[in-house]
């Protein structure tokens, strides 16, 4: 199977590397200095004290490769506007586009939300440009359970977390979310199908939407926030403003706050993503974490002034940093 990464950030090369390890040919979308390394010296996993590494196709023009059989988008929110645009060059007719990124995706509501059903976000699509650039039709959605860091460009280092949730967009099996399910569990990952991906999005969003911003604004890891009384009872606050806005829609969480951060307590002092990006200058997707769930809080009538502190405060800081 020819298999497409688009973002070689920690993720992608997570991906790439079993996948390719596992005998699909793969290649990647890659820009700037990242192109130059994974060109030069391909991809490498370190988990442990292993490594592997594999030669991949590579370039920085999607033209410039082969239309794959399946596509997985491992960008960021805020990168997936321009790259949608070259996403066609990579697929064909039969291509499968699976998104394995954090957050809202910008297809939430199609096939799904019941009055809401088809509605546009547009803290994450506004004018509806990616939704013009990718068809839905080929879309799969993936929620990632794993804890990877991009050492350097083109080296990525798993921590722990080998789960892959994948569903359709619309709900229900598909001949194709088991053959792709099939492909993942083959290369090594936990692979499984959910019959409501939305759900086991809103459920990784849920904690994701607080610790993220949070230790971005603070610095902190996570053990610190969760010893932080003050700090916890504002962030299991706006976790109960995105439960009743899950219900809601259909989505409904079963657990307390507090349930989830004895989950999070359990994987130990770690560095968020959005403060690995923080301290790397990079873009913070707050939209598809934070705003986003603003939007569906209007959208459904709940009232979210814990959320809509957390957005002013997060994006705030991100504005004077140039990060937003």
């Known amino acids: 199977m020819k298999v497409g990464i688009v973002g070689a950030g920690?993720?992608?090369?997570?991906?790439?590397?079993?996948?390719?390890?596992?005998?699909?040919?793969v290649s990647v979308l890659a820009r700037g200095?990242?192109?130059?390394?994974?060109?030069?010296?391909?991809?490498?996993?370190?988990?442990?004290?292993?490594?592997?590494?594999?030669?991949?196709?590579?370039?920085d023009e999607a033209s410039r490769l082969e239309p794959c059989d399946l596509v997985i988008v491992c960008v960021k929110a805020p990168a997936l506007h321009d790259v949608s645009k070259s996403l066609q060059a990579l697929t064909g007719q039969n291509t499968t586009i699976l998104t394995a990124m954090n957050g809202v995706p910008w297809w939430f509501l199609q096939g799904f939300g019941g009055p809401l059903s088809?509605?546009?976000?547009?803290?994450?699509?506004?004018?509806?440009?990616?939704?013009?650039?990718?068809?839905?039709?080929?879309?799969?959605?993936?929620?990632?359970?794993?804890?990877?860091?991009?050492?350097?460009?083109?080296?990525?280092r798993h921590h722990f977390g080998e789960g892959l949730i994948l569903g359709e967009p619309a709900g229900g099996q598909s001949?194709?979310?088991?053959?792709?399910?099939?492909?993942?569990?083959?290369?090594?990952?936990?692979a499984t199908a959910s019959m409501q991906i939305q759900?086991?999005?809103?459920?990784?969003?849920?904690?994701?939407?607080?610790?993220?911003?949070?230790?971005?604004?603070?610095?902190?890891?996570?053990?610190k926030i969760l010893d932080d009384e003050l700090v916890l009872g504002f962030v299991s606050a706006v976790m109960q403003e995105a439960k009743e806005i899950g219900a809601r829609l259909g989505i409904s969480i079963d657990?307390?706050?507090?349930?989830?951060?004895?989950?999070?307590?359990?994987?130990?002092?770690?560095?968020?993503?959005?403060?690995?990006?923080?301290?790397?200058?990079?873009?913070l997707e707050l939209d598809a974490l934070v705003s986003s769930v603003r939007e569906l809080g209007q959208l459904t009538g709940v009232v979210t002034p814990m959320t809509d502190a957390l957005l002013g405060l997060a994006r705030l800081q991100a504005r004077t940093l140039g990060l937003y």
Not at 125 to 149: F, K, N, T, W, Y
Not at 256 to 283: C, I, N, W, Y
Request: hydrophobic share 40%.
């Open 10 to 25: 920690a993720i992608g090369t997570w991906l790439g590397v079993k996948l390719g390890l596992a005998g699909c040919d």
């Open 33 to 59: 200095e990242s192109l130059n390394i994974i060109r030069r010296h391909g991809l490498t996993l370190k988990s442990g004290d292993q490594a592997w590494r594999i030669a991949v196709q590579v370039s």
């Open 118 to 156: 088809g509605y546009s976000l547009q803290s994450i699509d506004p004018g509806g440009e990616i939704a013009a650039a990718i068809s839905l039709r080929q879309v799969l959605g993936g929620v990632v359970h794993a804890s990877c860091a991009l050492e350097s460009p083109g080296v990525a």
């Open 175 to 190: 001949e194709r979310l088991s053959r792709v399910v099939g492909l993942l569990i083959g290369a090594g990952f936990n």
């Open 199 to 223: 759900r086991d999005i809103w459920y990784k969003l849920w904690g994701n939407m607080t610790i993220n911003p949070v230790s971005a604004l603070t610095g902190a890891l996570t053990d």
């Open 255 to 283: 657990q307390e706050p507090q349930d989830r951060h004895a989950v999070t307590r359990k994987l130990g002092a770690f560095k968020t993503s959005m403060l690995q990006d923080v301290q790397a200058g990079k873009k």
